[in-house]
């Protein structure tokens, strides 16, 4: 499975939208991924801005400028599907996993961040859960893993369960490099947790990392695809162009031809050989890594403001009860202090405050009372 990453690539526009769809055909996808993005599932507002050639801008309004109707996606999946395409999605909370859901798209993706995200697991677990006591196949989940440890993977798992789960291993820095991809980490996660396993590129080759992640067991690549990279889309910049996308698509499906011809170890060799034409056996190896799973360098200063923890949604005085609508699941990113994992989302409503706390700010053990 070659899913072609459109994200937020279309900025809003539906032809533009379409004509991704019809190049990542052209260029060798089985499927085209989106986001779907609501600014306050994501952000908070105050979490500090982002550099782009427009200028330097809150993170947060460049979120909202990437909002779109349900029915933009429910066009989308159609034309998806016209074109024989599969389709998914990364929902990034419950409105836009209710809203993806009832589209029916082919699977639901869950973006590296969210892995911690639990409530958003938990609706998802619970959807998969009554279709199957009705008699149907759970929907397909597809869980990238960047920007964490094995204990976030093994208590994703835990909630939505194994059955129809592909793990994407992933690095989450943009770009990746492709040395810290360590692809040996595939059979390692497929041992570990019994699940189908590929990767999630955002190195900016379009051969090494993909053609290793197929040598090691992974049955699904996701890159991003862009018209151009001179495009303003957030993740343009590390996304392949058609061309080279066509590129990946077509060493992919020869190492997998080897792999059906000759077997594993014979296809391996081979393969690596004919990647020795063009990169080193250092380099070669650097990419194959330990198989050990650990955040990778680039990734350390990322863990904790990239993926979710829970921060205060106003202002609020020492004494007050936290309520549900004080607390949020948030992606810290830029300026903001970390909070508590979302682990904690029901121990702490209902909780009273130990001291003042500002919007937007993590929350910390140390503001609670016990309850």
């Known amino acids: ?42 952000l908070h507002p105050l979490t500090g801005k982002v550099q782009l050639p427009t ?10 400028q990437l909002e779109v109707t349900p029915d933009f996606f429910e066009s989308l999946c159609a034309f998806a599907h016209e074109q024989k395409l599969h389709f998914t999605c990364s929902p990034f909370g419950l409105q836009s996993l209710h809203e993806l859901l ?7 993706k869950i973006a590296s961040p969210e892995l911690n995200h639990y409530p958003l697991l938990q609706a998802l677990a619970e959807y998969r859960k009554n279709q199957q006591d009705q008699g149907q196949e759970p929907i397909p989940v597809i869980l990238s893993t960047g920007v964490s440890k094995l204990q976030d993977i093994e208590q994703a798992l835990a909630i939505l369960g194994t ?52 040598l090691m067991g992974g049955i699904t690549t996701e890159k991003h695809i862009t018209l151009s990279k001179q495009t303003d889309g957030l993740d343009d910049p590390v996304a392949l162009e058609p061309e080279q996308f066509a590129l990946m698509s077509h060493c992919i499906r020869q190492t997998q031809a080897a792999i059906n011809r000759y077997g594993i170890e014979t296809a391996t060799k081979r393969v690596i050989s004919q990647l020795q034409e063009s990169y080193s056996l250092e380099k070669i190896e650097a990419v194959l890594g330990s198989g050990i799973k650990q955040l990778a360098p680039s990734e350390y200063a990322n863990y904790g403001r990239t993926n979710r923890s829970l921060h205060f949604m106003r202002a609020m005085r020492s004494g007050e009860v936290i309520t549900d609508s004080d607390i949020a699941v948030l992606r810290t990113e830029k300026i903001l202090t970390p909070g508590i994992s979302p682990l904690y989302l029901d121990t702490i409503i209902g909780s009273k405050l130990a001291r003042d706390v500002e919007d937007g700010a993590g929350v910390q053990w140390q503001d609670l009372l016990y309850k």
Request: proline content about 5%.
């Open 163 to 214: 059955t129809h789960v592909t793990v994407l291993h992933c690095i989450t820095c943009y770009p990746a490099p492709e040395s810290e991809y360590n692809i040996r980490v595939l059979k390692s996660l497929h041992e570990i947790f019994g699940v189908s396993v590929g990767i999630s590129d955002h190195s900016l080759d379009p051969i090494l990392v993909p053609t290793l992640a197929a």
């Open 55 to 64: 200028g330097n801008i809150p993170l947060y309004e460049r979120f909202k």
């Open 1 to 42: 499975m070659i899913i072609a990453e459109i994200g937020t690539s279309h900025g809003g526009s539906l032809r533009k939208a379409k004509e991704l769809i019809l190049a990542a055909k052209d260029a060798g996808a089985d499927a085209v991924k989106f986001q779907w993005v609501y600014a306050h599932e994501i």
């Open 102 to 108: 009832a589209i029916h798209p082919d699977s639901i």
